[in-house]
């Protein structure tokens, strides 16, 4: 075997819990092999890296050997190399920050202009 579909890869190692989850995230745009968007049906060879987008974080894979079986998590470093930057596995359990606006009872609609505020304060704080 010398290659083999994405999606199945991407199962078998343990990155989606389902082929289907695995199918849509190809389909939807969130995996990248060697930088160019995967589609689910895409084959994958030895020494590819595989770029995954769940939620907010973005991981890395690179390749090592392929199977079409889904395997152990204590196997998955035999058959994939985590490449994921620290940074990354950072963002999911960075804090998650509220903001609750607040208007008084009766003061109506917000105005032009203070819609704007908040807008451009809401922005300030995306970054």
Same mark, same amino acid.
């Given at each position: 075997m010398d290659s083999i579909r994405a999606d199945k890869y991407l199962w078998?190692?343990?990155?989606f819990k389902t082929r289907s989850e695995a199918t849509d995230a190809c389909n939807g745009g969130k995996v990248k092999?060697?930088?160019v968007?995967?589609?689910?049906?895409?084959a994958v060879k030895i020494g590819d890296v595989l770029e995954v987008r769940k939620g907010i974080a973005l991981y890395t894979y690179k390749i090592l050997k392929l199977s079409e079986n889904r395997m152990g998590a204590s196997m998955v470093p035999?058959?994939?190399?985590?490449?994921?930057?620290e940074s990354e596995t950072a963002k999911l359990h960075a804090p998650h920050e509220t903001i609750v606006m607040r @208007?008084?009872?009766?003061s109506g609609r917000?105005?032009?202009? &203070? @819609?704007?505020e908040l807008e451009a304060l809401l922005g300030?704080? &995306?970054?």
């Open positions: 078998a190692i343990r990155a092999l060697n930088g968007n995967a589609k689910a049906s895409k035999e058959y994939a190399e985590d490449l994921t930057p @208007r008084d009872k009766g917000p105005t032009k202009k &203070e @819609r704007r300030s704080l &995306e970054g």
